[in-house]
């Protein structure tokens, strides 16, 4: 379908060590916000993980340090054994562009653009030439191959998004971040989206990391991973969505979570 499983790739696909993020006024204590506590957590290569957890529980914020959109205080993030730290923001935006991938809820294609040209935009933007019939061929597979002249005004929710998918597919990238990728989506779009990004997973050795409030959109996912007050919350493998209800329900009682945080935290490798 999209490509072969890159070998020379590190079996880690995603390694965070210690990472800490605050936000507010140094010097005014009452301004700061603790987003991620001392959080540490590994991912194989080939997974697909949801994460998960209450309104300000710092999900966001932990996909945006993973991804390289915004730095902790402190801490280690590293993607496919190499260290996002001590480069300069040059050297980042090319790192993002050649090892990371993004899906956003809002798409965030350029309308002015044709299906095919948003996709090759990433490979354009960082000055490579697409291989001839590369895209074309994603595209195909995504189920959007008789639509590669279209724009985005001329497209449903769903396959706005599958060409998202298709755009974060296009460089290889050792891990796909997703933001709420079903958010905007209805039923069955969605579930389409989902089985598209599993697909890619179990069949092509790619490594998806989704934010998501949804616990159907989690059960999609090989593991859920569940944050409470900036800390892991526990861990949740081959998911259901009645199971991963459960525990976001017992998440959103702060003495429970803060529970979970303490006793579950082993749960995740590190």
Known sequence: MFRHHDNSRSAEA???????????????????????DNVSLSLAAGTFT??????????????????GLDSPDNGVVVVDGAQ???????????????????????????????????VTLPLRTAGKRPRPGHAEHILTQVGLGNRLDALPSQLSGGQRQRVAVARALVTNPSVIFGDEPTGALD???AKNVLELLR?????????????????????????VLFLADGRLAGQLHQPTPSAVAERM?????????ATAASQDRTLVGV
């Open 187 to 189: 039923t069955r779009s």
């Open 249 to 257: 329900a017992h998440l959103g009682d702060a003495s429970l979570a």
């Open 14 to 36: 995603l390694r965070l060590v210690s990472v800490s993020k605050t936000y507010g006024t140094p010097g005014h204590p009452e301004s700061r916000t603790t987003a991620l």
């Open 84 to 118: 996002m730290a001590g480069r300069t923001e040059a050297q980042l935006t090319k790192f993002r562009r050649e090892r990371i991938g993004f899906i956003f809820q809002q798409y965030n294609l350029l309308d002015t653009l044709t299906v095919l040209q948003n």
């Open 50 to 67: 949801a994460v998960m957890g209450p309104s300000g529980s710092g999900k966001s914020t932990l996909l945006q340090c993973a991804a």
């Open 199 to 223: 697909e890619t997973v179990r069949n092509f050795g790619q490594t998806v990391v989704m934010v998501t409030h949804d616990p159907v959109a989690a059960s999609y996912a090989d593991s």
